[in-house]
């Protein structure tokens, strides 16, 4: 498992490198240098509204409900406590917070004697 940290402790300068590599490549590419197996692409596509008011419009116009087209949404926890203000927001909300638990990950340890 010693070697297991030891993997752990640089992956995230690696991952960092690497991704640094990686924009060096696509900077390259895109100013017309060659690197052998590799030529210039794009992530998918995706389809996307050009004008959503004229959307929301034509929708209307034609009789669709716009709450079942552009569902609201309640804000998030801390747009409705930065919008209702710390004090108000404790009042009114404090009861209905919960804590959502975060995925696992693996995080090194910290040691009781400082790093030298």
Not at 13 to 30: D, N, P, R, T
Not at 35 to 54: C, E, H
Not at 94 to 100: E, H, L, R
Request: with cysteine.
């Amino acid at each position: 498992m010693a070697e297991i940290a030891l993997l752990l402790d640089g992956f995230a300068e690696l991952k960092q490198w690497m991704e640094s590599v990686e924009q060096f490549a696509l900077e390259q590419v895109q100013a017309g240098v060659t690197i052998p197996g590799y030529v210039l692409g794009t992530t998918r596509s995706q389809r996307i509204w050009a004008d959503p008011k004229k959307v929301m419009s034509t929708l209307k116009k034609n009789k669709h409900p716009l709450d079942e087209y552009c569902p609201r949404e309640l804000l998030s926890v801390a747009q409705l406590e930065k919008k209702l203000g710390k004090t108000a927001f404790s009042m009114l909300m404090s009861g209905f917070i919960a804590q959502k638990e975060g995925n696992p990950k693996i995080i090194k340890e910290k040691s009781s004697t400082p790093d030298i």
